[in-house]
């Protein structure tokens, strides 16, 4: 009893309203997407087992009853058999790649009879809790390759399971930690790479077949991207070196490769790609050679990553068409615009804008969703399940959704910046980024702006395993914040 009476004054009431009513909308947004006027009527929907608002409601009754357990226990058996639960999870995702069967080309549903289970949404909880033991260590400082590497091991290897699963989507959300890392003091330029990587893969793909010339000359991504790598590197010497002869030498022979380019092109036609590469080449070369003369190995990184993006780009080609599914490359081809698919790969994006568009600012109102009732856009109570709220709540009902979301997020980085204890300081910003990944790329798979790869909106995608997965993220979080005030 003493148990209960603290956890209900040191819980933080206002993540739990939040938690409350977004499932509640959630299990709205089912019903609403899932919902038949030819065999309906409106209760029968919601205690017929055979229907998806029926049972959404019973997976929320069995998170609710997680959550109070999670709430009950000891909080520091989350520390203390982090890692427990974490090889339990990893021997659960090896054991589902043999057994799983295959549902829609992918193995990582495990079936009990008349439920289906996803371990991979668990993963993420025992994920965090590794993470935060490693990071939380005495001896631990992310510093130095090997930090970075024991850190890396333990979220990419779950990342692996997931995949040889054949759930992409699922994985990527394990990029996620990244952002931890950045919080927890790995350097900036870090996620700015990451950032120049994605921008030279959408410019290399973007204009693959387009030619700065007649006569199919030039390769227009490749000149962009190459525009881009040099821009970065001129970044790094004004902001991180703060180096300005260099900037000034290099300013001059850019422009000196670029009339040359010019003159040259007056009398033969040329590629000018070639002149990007050579100035690349210069650029690295320079570099390597003041790393010699004013003794700094942090000019090599210059070099460095002068010759990584240009064999990022090169090589780009390789890696989308022997890596990525023929699917997926077909989803990032129409979201480039590269291809016009609307009755294939972009068929789901366009008709989710026509049910979102369709709502105007105030929607269409409950149950009147044309788009969904007459299913015109498939998934629509899983991965599209936001077309619902924007199609029968309109502007004013997305805004809403997205307002909770954001809502939470900013609670959850208030609860992880007043931990005392690194452990929960970790975990807390571990499940901030995991939300953070759903709620951006879901909805922006939604509204066109970003690749479907198929994962959840967290509290409001149809099925038990990712409103549970969610709950224990949540409420193992809510429960070791509640233990910094009972000590």
Not at 376 to 401: A, K, N, R
Request: glycine share 8%.
């Amino acid at each position: 009893m003493r148990r209960e009476q603290s956890i209900t004054k040191t819980v933080d009431k206002m993540t739990v309203a939040i938690y409350v009513i977004l499932v509640l909308m959630g299990c709205l947004a089912v019903y609403c997407a899932s919902y038949d006027f030819d065999n309906h009527t409106l209760l029968s929907g919601l205690v017929d087992w055979n229907q998806r608002a029926c049972k959404q409601l019973v997976w929320a009754g069995v998170g609710g009853f997680l959550a109070v357990m999670v709430l009950l226990v000891n909080a520091r058996i989350f520390d203390v058999f982090a890692y427990l639960f974490y090889g339990a999870i990893l021997a659960l995702l090896i054991v589902t790649i043999f057994i799983a069967p295959d549902i829609k080309g992918s193995h990582s549903w495990l079936v009990l009879g008349p439920v289906s289970f996803q371990p991979a949404e668990l993963a993420k909880a025992a994920t965090a809790l590794a993470v935060a033991k490693c990071m939380s260590q005495y001896e631990f400082r992310l510093e130095g390759i090997i930090s970075y590497v024991r850190v890396c091991i333990l979220f990419m290897l779950p990342m692996v399971l997931i995949i040889l699963q054949n759930e992409t989507g699922s994985a990527l959300v394990y990029m996620s930690f990244f952002l931890v890392l950045y919080r927890k003091g790995m350097p900036g330029v870090l996620l700015y790479l990451a950032v120049v990587a994605v921008t030279l893969f959408v410019l290399t793909f973007k204009f693959a077949n387009v030619y700065i010339q007649d006569g199919e000359t030039g390769n227009l991504g490749l000149l962009l991207s190459q525009m881009a790598i040099v821009a970065s590197m001129f970044g790094f010497l004004i902001v991180m070196y703060k180096n300005m002869e260099m900037v000034g030498l290099c300013a001059k022979v850019l422009l000196g490769t670029v009339v040359v380019a010019r003159l040259v092109n007056f009398f033969i036609t040329v590629d000018y790609t070639w002149f990007g590469y050579a100035y690349i080449l210069f650029f690295a070369v320079y570099a390597i050679i003041m790393s010699i003369r004013k003794l700094k190995k942090s000019f090599l990184l210059l070099a460095l990553f002068a010759a990584g993006s240009v064999v990022f780009c090169l090589s780009g080609d390789y890696l989308f068409d022997n890596v990525l599914q023929p699917h997926q490359q077909s989803r990032i081809n129409v979201l480039l615009g590269v291809e016009d698919d609307p009755t294939g790969a972009g068929y789901n994006v366009n008709q989710s804008k026509i049910a979102i568009g369709s709502g105007g600012f105030f929607g269409k109102g409950f149950l009147k969703g044309t788009q969904t009732k007459l299913d015109y856009v498939p998934e629509q109570t899983t991965d599209f399940i936001f077309c619902t709220v924007g199609e029968e709540f309109g502007f004013l009902g997305c805004m809403t959704v997205i307002g909770l979301f954001l809502l939470l997020m900013w609670r959850l980085v208030v609860i992880a910046e007043r931990q005392t204890e690194s452990f929960n300081q970790v975990y807390c910003y571990s499940v901030v980024s995991i939300i953070f990944f759903h709620f951006m790329i879901n909805i922006g798979m939604v509204i066109g702006i970003m690749p479907v790869i198929g994962i959840p909106l967290p509290f409001f995608s149809y099925g038990g395993s990712s409103l549970w997965g969610f709950t224990l993220l949540l409420f193992i979080l809510l429960r070791l914040d509640a233990s910094r005030l009972e000590r």
